[in-house]
């Protein structure tokens, strides 16, 4: 049997709320009328989303998206899949992708190629964390929470088989088998 994976806190709920008021005030001044569409990618952005948008105070929409990167385990297969795609046009739109976590950065690279080709009025991505010793491929991020060292990360909406959405920290695990 392989031992139980260690989680250990990488950033409180009160780092992490300080994270979100930042980030909010850096879209606000530049998003504060401009009426965005918030692009979350699911289901790891759901959480970050939530609290986001709380702290935003003007017009805004919200829209999700569905994406397959990750099976189950810890290792990017590198495909890319549309699950759930958009539900309304976003041609002339002012489009602000809010992910969970960059890390190949595959997953980030085909999402904003899909996005492009619907002719938006702009395409700008905003990462709850960000894990660049992983890179594959270069991603340009615009709004940023976290650099995150090369573990794997969970909580605050991010998971691992489905598991630990619901830390109210950004913790990692060691240990996994
Ligand atoms: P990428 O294509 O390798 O950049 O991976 C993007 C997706 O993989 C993210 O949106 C996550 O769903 C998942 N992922 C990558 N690293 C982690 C991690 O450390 N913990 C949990 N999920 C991860």
Redesign the pocket.
């Known amino acids: 049997m392989s031992p139980q994976p260690e989680l250990h806190t990488l950033f409180t709920r009160r780092e992490v709320e300080d994270a979100v008021n930042r980030l909010a005030a850096e879209i606000s001044r530049e998003y504060h009328d401009k009426n965005p569409l918030l692009l979350g990618?699911l289901k790891?952005s759901f959480v970050f989303m939530a609290d986001l948008i709380r702290r935003l105070d003007f017009p805004l929409e919200v829209e999700f998206l569905r994406l397959s990167?990750?099976g189950r385990g810890q290792e990017?297969s590198g495909k890319v899949r549309v699950v759930h795609g958009l539900s309304i046009p976003i041609k002339d739109r002012e489009v602000l992708v809010i992910?969970?976590?960059?890390?190949?950065?595959?997953?980030?690279v085909f999402l904003l190629d899909y996005l492009r080709k619907q002719k938006p009025a702009s395409v700008k991505l905003c990462t709850l964390t960000d894990?660049p010793s992983?890179r594959q491929t270069p991603v340009n991020i615009d709004y940023l929470g976290f650099t995150v060292p090369d573990?794997?990360?969970?909580g605050y909406g991010?998971?691992?088989d489905e598991q630990f959405r619901n830390l109210p920290d950004i913790c990692f695990l060691e240990g996994e088998g």
């Open positions: 990618i790891g990167s990750y990017t992910e969970d976590i960059v890390d190949t950065g595959l997953t980030t894990k992983r573990k794997f990360i969970v991010i998971d691992c």
